[in-house]
C-alpha cells in the first residue's frame, strides 16, 4: 500500500519514512508516476488522467500505479505541488514591494498559462506539500518591505494570486475570439446601428472601448489595468 499523502508530498526528505522493503521492486518511481500523470494533462488536460492512461504510458499495471499513489485525487495534489516546486521563481534584489509584487504575480500567470490544469485542482491539501510551502514562503518575501501583521500579510498575498489565477483564466483561448477580432471592422459599425440610443451608455463607452483594443475587450489590457489596481490597493497597507 502506497504511504499517507503527507508522507508521499515529502518522500525525499530525510526525515521521511522508508517505504516498504518487501516484495520485488518497483519499476517506477512515485515521481515517475507524478511527472507521467501532468505530461498527460498539459497535452490532453485534466480529464485525460486517468490510472488507466497513466497505466498505459508508463506500461505497468494499474495496480502498479495504485502502490505509488492512494487514489486520483492524492495524484492531483502530488501534481500540483511538483508544478509548483519546478515553477520559474523571480529574484527580488533591492526591487520595491510592488515590483516585487508585479513578479508574483507574473510568475503564477506564467505557470497557469503553461500548465492550465491546475486551475482544476482545487484541493486544500496541496498546502502541505514541500513545493507548494517553498512557493508560500518565496512569494510572501515579496511583501516584506510591507511590514505586515501574519495575518495581513497571508491575505495581501492570496489577493494577489487570486488575481492571478482570475486573469490567467481570462487569458486562456477563446471560442469565437479569432472570428470576433476578424471581423470587428465590420461588425461593429453595424453593432452601433442596432443598439441606437436605446443603450447609451454601452454606445459611448462600448463604443470608445472597442475603437481603442479593435475588439470587444482585451484580457491583456484588463490584466495591466487589474494588476495596477492590485498594487495600488495594497500601498494602502503601506507604513506611512
Not at 508544478?83 to 513578479?103: E, I, K, Q
Not at 504575480?105 to 506539500?129: F, K
Not at 491575505?155 to 489565477?165: E, G, H, K, Q
Request: some cysteine; aromatic content about 6%.
Amino acid at each position: 500500500m502506497p504511504r499517507p499523502l503527507i508522507d508521499l508530498l515529502w518522500r525525499d526528505h530525510p526525515q521521511a519514512p522508508a517505504g516498504g522493503s518487501r516484495g520485488p521492486r518497483a519499476r517506477v518511481t512515485t515521481g515517475a508516476v507524478v511527472d507521467a500523470a501532468a505530461r498527460i494533462a498539459d497535452a490532453d488536460g485534466l480529464s485525460a488522467v486517468t490510472i488507466r492512461r497513466l497505466a498505459g504510458e508508463l506500461d505497468v499495471s494499474t495496480m502498479s500505479v495504485y502502490t505509488h499513489v492512494n487514489s486520483r485525487d492524492d495524484l492531483l495534489v502530488l501534481m500540483a505541488d511538483a508544478a509548483h516546486a519546478r515553477m520559474d521563481r523571480p529574484a527580488y534584489g533591492r526591487l520595491g514591494w510592488r515590483s516585487r509584487v508585479r513578479r508574483v504575480a507574473e510568475a503564477n500567470l506564467a505557470l497557469l498559462q503553461a500548465h492550465p490544469w491546475l486551475h482544476e485542482v482545487v484541493d486544500d491539501r496541496t498546502a502541505l506539500g514541500p513545493g507548494t510551502i517553498a512557493k508560500y514562503d518565496h512569494e510572501l518575501q515579496a511583501l516584506t518591505p510591507l511590514r505586515l501583521e501574519p495575518v495581513t500579510c497571508d491575505a495581501a498575498l492570496t489577493f494577489v494570486l487570486d488575481f492571478a489565477r482570475a486573469g490567467a483564466r481570462a487569458l486562456q483561448p477563446r471560442p469565437g475570439a479569432a472570428e470576433l477580432a476578424e471581423h470587428w471592422g465590420e461588425w461593429s459599425p453595424r453593432l452601433a446601428a442596432y443598439l441606437g440610443a436605446d443603450h447609451p451608455l454601452a454606445q459611448t463607452v462600448g463604443a470608445a472601448a472597442g475603437a481603442a483594443m479593435g475588439a470587444p475587450s482585451s484580457p491583456s489590457l484588463a490584466w495591466e489595468f487589474g494588476l495596477a489596481r492590485v498594487l495600488d490597493g495594497l500601498a494602502a497597507l503601506a507604513p506611512s
